[in-house]
């Protein structure tokens, strides 16, 4: 029995070498070997100038085939479809029709669209308007010991501008920073603070930083 080891020890370099280049034989193999697969489409759509988006763009996925490798590669190189909404489209609600061949695909990649599921995507769609809304400062200013800020802080701009549909900007009643962290803060001072846009997604929101500046007093 205490043969048995040596068995498994014995010439390892070169029985290593053969089971690496078994794994790398299979995984050749298989990335060639041609599979489907449902994929998530990315939808791009072109609106008039007095439309925007109310919701998200519904979800589009195409059912593709082609070697493995190929669809592994849609990760980084993903499927498209573009469409141009006309100006005749009225709110709340516009209709896409879609075919598999609606699905924009790069040329180096050698894969083809089978189908795509749903065959209609309903956009909801909004009038385009413009507001101008508060900046929230968000985050912690403190003085250094001994010192105390002096009230209020000056946002500049004290407004940004939103625009999107008509129904989301309604609903803003301002927009807030990113997180500001201003500390040991002992005489005048001024930070420029990015918008927190991320609550935000489908609302044009400008500028994109604002200024906040004020000073210290000893307490």
């Known amino acids: 029995m205490a043969v048995l080891p040596g068995i498994f020890v014995r010439n390892w370099p070169l029985k290593l070498a053969a089971l690496t280049l078994s794994v790398i034989l299979w995984v050749l193999v298989a990335s060639e070997e041609t599979t489907s697969q449902l994929v998530e489409v990315r939808v791009e759509i072109e609106l008039p100038d007095d439309l925007a988006l109310a919701r998200p763009a519904p979800v589009l996925r195409a059912l593709v085939t082609g070697p493995g490798r190929e669809l592994i590669r849609l990760y980084t190189n993903p499927l498209t479809i573009h469409a141009l909404v006309p100006p005749s489209a009225q709110p709340p609600h516009w209709r896409l029709v879609v075919a598999p061949s609606d699905v924009l695909l790069s040329r180096n990649l050698r894969v083809s669209v089978q189908d795509v599921e749903p065959r209609s995507l309903d956009f909801d769609i909004d009038h385009l308007v413009h507001r101008e809304v508060p900046v929230a400062l968000r985050g912690v200013i403190e003085a250094e010991s001994g010192f105390a800020v002096t009230r209020p802080l000056q946002v500049t701009p004290a407004t940004v501008r939103v625009s999107g549909a008509r129904a989301l900007v309604t609903l803003v009643d301002s927009i807030p920073t ?41 307490s």
């Open 178 to 218: 990113e997180a500001v962290d201003v500390r040991g803060v002992t005489g005048p001072f001024e930070r420029k603070v990015p918008i927190d846009t991320a609550g935000h997604p489908l609302l044009r929101i400008a500028p994109h930083d604002v200024v906040i500046s004020g000073r210290t007093r000893r």
